[in-house]
């Protein structure tokens, strides 16, 4: 069974960098007809898409965010990871991997989720 | 970007009976090649991440009971429950994946009357 696990450092300084990893255990990022993307929560926007990546290394990014985010794989530790740059207060989120089912060019069936990791930016 | 709006934001109903969710989005996501609607349900509780319960508007997850039923096509979308159980206490979340950016209602919280 397909299980994500995301790890990343802890608080963050505004005007800082988030990182988080997610791990996939249970089957391989090289999957061609999956994406492996990154969703946060917040309660205030609820849920907030922020980008995919297959493991070719395609991209898709939310346009509200394209500016601030990265997102690469590494195919090789069956790992893929979140980079988010110049954090404010409002980034603070419970941050969430999920393999996306591909129905479409960057989109598709978000499921499984990781547990979350929960991420506060603050000084 | 597709704006999904979900009624009601709370919802209160007796063991046994019927909840019914609204789903609204502010396109279609019906895809005319294959007459798909891209729309997905998910449920989560309390500390755990929001789970896959419909996906092509009515097709169910493996696992998920048959009481869950999604239903509609273009725009409009509902979620039934056709008994509430209590383990079904959660909130409860559409969600289209017809066009990036991908997106999510508001979420509508259900519980026990």
């Known amino acids: 069974q397909l299980q994500l696990e995301e790890s990343g450092p802890g608080p963050v300084k505004p005007s800082e960098t988030l990182s988080l990893t997610c791990t996939v255990s249970g089957g391989s990022i090289t999957s061609s007809n999956h994406y492996w993307g990154w969703i946060r929560q917040t309660p205030g926007k609820g849920l907030e898409w922020i980008g995919n990546?297959?493991?070719?290394?395609?991209?898709y990014y939310n346009p509200s965010l394209r500016s601030r985010v990265t997102i690469s794989v590494d195919t090789s530790k069956n790992q893929f990871s979140l980079k988010l740059s110049s954090v404010i207060a409002a980034d603070t989120a419970v941050y969430f991997c999920?393999?996306?089912?591909?129905?479409?060019?960057?989109?598709?069936?978000?499921?499984?989720w990781g547990q979350g990791a929960r991420v506060t930016v603050s000084s | 970007d597709i704006v999904m709006t979900q009624s009601p934001d709370s919802l209160a109903v007796s063991l046994g009976e019927r909840a019914t969710i609204n789903c609204k989005s502010s396109?279609?996501?019906?895809?005319?090649?294959?007459?798909?609607?891209?729309l997905a349900w998910y449920q989560q509780k309390p500390g755990q991440p929001p789970k896959l319960l419909i996906y092509w508007a009515s097709t169910r997850e493996s696992g998920v009971p048959d009481r869950f039923s999604g239903s509609g096509s273009g725009t409009d979308f509902t979620l039934t429950i056709s008994s509430l159980q209590a383990e079904d206490v959660a909130v409860y979340y559409c969600h289209q994946y017809y066009s990036t950016p991908i997106t999510f209602g508001q979420g509508t919280r259900l519980e026990i009357k």
């Open positions: 990546i297959h493991y070719s290394g395609s991209t």
């Open positions: 396109q279609s996501v019906l895809y005319s090649s294959n007459n798909r609607n891209y």
């Open positions: 999920a393999r996306l089912i591909e129905t479409g060019p960057g989109r598709g069936v978000t499921d499984p």
